[in-house]
Nanobody, 109 residues
Framework: HVQLVESGGGLVQPGGSLRLSCAASGFTFSSYWMYWARQAPGKGFEWVSSISNGGCTYYADSVKGRFTISKDNAKNTLYLQMNSLKTEDTAVYYC????WGQGTQVTVS
């Protein structure tokens, strides 16, 4: 069945880095646009980044220059490299396509 499983979240100090991963299964990963979104405590969902099936990348202004989205089609895995993290990046991060993963918590403190 179609599934997305995020990993790589955790606690990091401001200025630090984390790399999130999203393992996809049950669909032709290379054919789909993939997305990262986040939900900070008490706030709504915020789009973070997208990558097209052709590898074109897009970023929210709030993360541009700090985050990098990528994917490995051979491994059916989506990544989000997050550098220069700020306290306001604290959120649950989700990967998504036509479905959503369960999310992974990122805390910057």
């Amino acid at each position: 069945h179609v599934q997305l499983v995020e990993s790589g979240g955790g606690l990091v100090q401001p200025g630090g880095s984390l790399r999130l991963s999203c393992a996809a299964s049950g669909f032709t990963f290379s054919s789909y646009w993939m997305y990262w979104a986040r939900q900070a405590p008490g706030k709504g969902f915020e789009w973070v980044s997208s990558i097209s099936n052709g590898g074109c990348t897009y970023y929210a202004d709030s993360v541009k220059g700090r985050f990098t989205i990528s994917k490995d089609n051979a491994k059916n895995t989506l990544y989000l490299q997050m550098n220069s993290l700020k306290t306001e990046d604290t959120a649950v991060y989700y990967c998504a396509t036509s479905i959503w993963g369960q999310g992974t918590q990122v805390t910057v403190s």
